[in-house]
């Protein structure tokens, strides 16, 4: 117990020797674990994002020979799946039109959109308020010939909600179908999942589209669940579930496997695609960033370490004469090495808890700015700001790294400096 003692009073006589130490140890940990936690919140809110575009967790999708990804009774479906997912899945059928040849229009100025997205809006309020609304919102969208459209769409066109625009579509057969629209929300949403995304009533695009039997069908039906994320060994279970009652397609990684595989389909086949089979051509993007942080944190780790434990060893050397009087006094040498020790746990520890604190206070004034301002930066906001999210594990490992790495070079240096004999360690000064 006394080595306890011992240390923490050198602690505090040498404050003024160790403050660099301790303030290298806790800049170098806000530094490493403010960049995990902003990295996650960017891939969450990008995650967020991809929720609402594709409708959730999971997506059941037909397959046919002739036609590819082709439309289908949802009702019959639907029912179907309520027996086989818990109460707490949001199933929803949507109408998904890839708009390349549609288009707005409004007092001679022209926006081209992407793909039109069919929606029950009743169904799938908890995706949509999440939705960062600059102005209006989902209120009064179902049944109606309302329009959600991007920030920059608004702009483009310069309309509010409450215009009326021209929705200009091509038909299933063919044909220029043109309708008068109402816009009822305006998003803020720049990314690859909303600028030339719009946002429908299900029935009031599968009218305007025209596909014969319209009426029951969808393209597909997406499952979300509000309140948690699905484990890879649900999301299996899943499957296998769905294989009792629908010919299925093998559980894939990607979407395209399936997309790729239907010109070889017997017959119908239904593919369950999870969210992050949706997500293939962003994961590189993710990847990227994973390891541009773990360069970061490795490296300022590397460093901390090296600093802290280098600078403790000519500190450790410099105290050789205390090192010889502890060994006169007949102090045992694992009790001068535990003494030492503890003084360095101690010394990181607090480190640490300030690099955490600090971390917590860059995160919270960092998460008040609206980045929105930023290119296609929206892929990466909540509601236009940054919403760094923790990561225990992460954090854990960058901390539990630094302790416990730096302890070892400490623990070198003392095993190195009371090899040396009593007597020549009291004739040392300071």
Known sequence: MYQFKIGLRSLFYRKTQYISLFLVCAFGVAISLSSIFISKGMISAMTQKAEIYYGGDLVLMLGTEDDGITYFDYEEYVEKLKKIFPK??????RQDFYAKQSAYYFEGVEALQRAIKGVDFDAEKPLF???????????GMKGSNGVLISLPIAKMLNVHIGDSITFMLKTWEGETNTLDVVVKGIFQDSSVFGMYTSYMDFNFIKTAYKRPGYKTNANR???????RDLTHSEIQFYQSELEKVFNMYHLVEDKDDFIDSTDDFIEPTFGLIPLSANL???????????????????ML????IAGIGSTYRVLIMKRINEIGIYMAIGMKKKNIILTLLFESFVLLVLGCVLGMILTGVFCGILSQFNFSFIPSFDLFLVKGNLKPGIDVIKSIMVV???IVVTLLAVLYATCKSIKILPVKALATTE
């Not at 780790?301 to 901390?304: F, H, K, S």
């Open 88 to 93: 707490d899945a949001v199933i929803s059928p």
């Open 129 to 139: 308020d999440k939705f960062n609304f600059t102005e209006g919102g989902i209120e």
């Open 221 to 227: 039906i997406c499952i979300n669940f509000p309140n």
């Open 280 to 298: 293939t051509d962003v994961k590189i993007m993710q990847l990227a960033m994973d390891a541009v942080v773990s360069f970061i944190i490795f």
């Open 301 to 304: 780790t590397v460093i901390i």
């Open 400 to 402: 539990a790294s630094v």
